[in-house]
């Protein structure tokens, strides 16, 4: 079993900051890819930014230049880095981790909502 714990979220003004966490424990072997991904009110959830274990990264074009993914490979953690937040980045945010244990598991945390507003 893995959990994946989340925390960060939050209100912030367009032009603000914020730094999400995401913490896995649990019969954790081998984590593969960490990343996040957001669902906005009436919208599909889209990935956000993937580190593979390597620390190649992927952004949504959305975010490049403004979010950085980074990985803390000794914490089992992930962080996500927002910064020139605009109202549109305003959804719950959501950590995946893929994990190989003899085969490959993916695992949610619970989301964390950010919203973004004057």
């Known amino acids: 079993q893995v959990q994946l714990v989340e925390s960060g979220g939050g209100l912030v003004q367009p032009g603000g900051s914020l730094r999400l966490s995401c913490a896995a424990s649990?019969?954790?072997?081998?984590?593969?890819?960490m990343g996040w991904y957001r669902q906005a009110p009436g919208k599909q959830r889209e990935l956000v930014a993937a580190?593979?274990?390597?620390?190649?990264?992927n952004y949504a074009d959305s975010v490049k230049d403004r979010f950085t993914i980074s990985r803390d490979n000794a914490k089992n953690t992930v962080y996500l880095q927002m910064n020139s937040l605009k109202p549109e980045d305003t959804a719950v945010y959501y950590c995946?981790?893929?994990?190989?244990?003899?085969?490959?598991?993916?695992?949610w945390g619970q989301g964390t909502q950010v919203t973004v507003s004057s």
């Open positions: 995946l981790a893929t994990i190989y244990s003899g085969s490959t598991f993916r695992y």
């Open positions: 649990g019969s954790i072997f081998n984590i593969l890819t």
């Open positions: 580190v593979a274990s390597g620390g190649s990264t």
